[in-house]
């Protein structure tokens, strides 16, 4: 894998446009440290972006300014409305009554110069703002239903009126705060942190390597590179900054590395890179760590980063340390962190499209042919409250990548735009279909759930670059699951390798490149919860013998034909021409081991038909249409 010097205008622009803006807990020491956030989608000033008017310019804090932020203790909004929401909290502290909140000196509850807190859930954010504004609050964190908050809160018509800034955090992380303030008063900081603090040293969440998968398969991993990006955030200047990175798995620790003592000045006038390729040019890189699969048994394991200073206290230490935290087992290669049963853990469903969303994991490896793939596990969602889930056709496709780029920096390709196929430069040309199945929700009840799609077994090979893809042609319904823990961009921008991509096609008049192909996922939320199952190369007849014996009569057929298998009550039937392209899809119940499938609307040819039962045991058999 190729090495890079790490281009300080990808990274430190990105810390000039917006990674000093935290949300962070203050005290008690419980909640202390940084806290992911979404932020008021399009509304100037703050975070950034070009107004569009459905937001106030937010005048009275321009968190774009180095050191301005608010610091104040926490209050739940309350607004009288009894009942609780489908979430389990409390309808009355989402603040969505037109009458305003009922906070007061009177009622113990008073929002006068705190930041308020409210429930995601049933109104628009800007009446949830609004509400707290009126109350007395000077700034809004809402808590998300979800898990998730990686969200930019669009405004409705009492928008323009607000002038408060207004954060999103996790359900997990509301709960934490919200248990704790039941125990005494709770501090947040919300702002820029750049020469707030005398002594703040720090990184930034996805301005550091990760291991290439939170599901490593021990029999392709071979280590990896540590690397991270640190930032001088306060007034001091340092000449003892230290960054630790290390490695602890079930055996012990396996890597724990230094780099310093470093000299960085005040007010981020000094950032240091420590990646790949930086030492050979008077630079500074961790050595790699290299996997010993004797003594770095199977397991979870979590890597460290730690930033500090030899002599000086940090003022501000919800920036100085970073978890990532993988697993080395023998079953599942995914992205996504991985639990007990090495299915992968699903955090969140972004998506942003109308036509069509595909989300895929990019796999190419030297050693690619010790292993094959015989199935995907795969999280899809969907609001059931107002969408049916049940027979939502949610593709699995594996393509091979045979295009003749060699890094996505090749400056004679385009990665982004969509483009003609037949153009000499176009690099998704050769993005060649081998296999494809069609996962059908059973019911509404599955939605959210980790599932296993079979598809036919097949062994990987070397170096060849494969994607393996889940998607929706209904993507206003239909979105994929993602695991919010790991952010793969500062991968794929040293490395200069996909990771995560996802094509993305809408018709939205205002969008320049309507179709466009994204090389490392959701902006900040990369780690897609595709699990490939695996198999030894060596056991692939094993493996194909595991697939249901199948059979369809009479074959050839003219409109109705029945099917055979060993197998009972409900399964999902995709069948597909030889090209891959799926031509009909149905739900059928299996009894006494057959069930009758209408073919007329087929045209003349031959068709693979795919029978998935509820337990994930498949059949693969094809049909002659006449």
Known sequence: MKKLLLSLTVIGSAFIAQSQVVVAGVSPASIQGNYEFGTQANCGTWPGETDDGTWNTLSVHNFNNAGEYIQAELELGEDGTPGTNAQGNPISQEGCAVAGLTNSVANGNDLTGKIAVLYRNTCNFSLKALNAQNAGAIALLCINRLDDAAIGMTAGPDGVNVTIPMVIISSTNGALLVNEMQNGPVTMFIGNILGAFTNDLGAVKGEFLVPPYGGIHKDLFTGFDPGIQLYNYGTADYTDVIVNATITGPSGIVYNEDIGPLTMNGFADDTVSIFPGNGGLGGFEFPPYVYNAITDIDGDYTLVYD??????????????????????????????????????????????????????????????????????????????????????????????????????????????????PASATYPYAAVDLIQTATYLPASDDDVDDVVYQPITPFVMQDDVRYLFCLETYNPSVVSFGYDNATDYSTNASIFAQPVSPIFIADTDPANALPSTWYLAGWSGVSANAIGL?????????????????GKAY????????????????????????????????????????????????????????????????????SVVKK
């Open 307 to 420: 930033i500090y200073s030899q002599s000086n206290a940090d003022d501000n230490i919800g920036n100085n340390t970073y978890t990532v935290e993988y697993k080395v087992q023998g079953n599942t290669i995914s992205l996504a962190r991985l639990d007990a049963s090495d299915m992968p853990i699903v955090k969140s469903y972004p998506s942003n499209a109308d036509v069509q969303y595909r989300a895929c994991t990019y796999v190419s490896d030297p050693n690619a042919s010790a292993l094959g793939v015989q199935g995907v596990y795969l999280s899809a969602h969907a609001d059931t409250s107002i969408n049916q889930f049940e027979g939502e056709e949610i593709l699995v496709n594996v393509y091979q990548w045979s295009d003749g780029w060699v890094d996505t920096d090749d400056a004679a390709y385009d990665f982004g735009a969509f483009v003609d």
């Open 554 to 621: 009479p074959n050839p057929a003219t409109n109705v034909v029945t099917i055979a298998i060993a197998g009972e009550g409900s399964a999902n039937l995709s069948i597909t021409d030889i090209s891959g392209k799926t031509a009909m899809t149905d739900v059928v119940t299996l009894v006494n081991g057959t069930a009758n499938v209408n073919i007329d609307s087929l045209e003349s040819g031959v068709y693979i038909f795919n029978v998935t039962l509820e337990n994930g045991q498949a059949s693969q058999f």
């Open 533 to 549: 199952k695996t198999f030894a190369a060596n056991e692939l007849g094993v493996v194909t013998n595991e697939l249901l014996a």
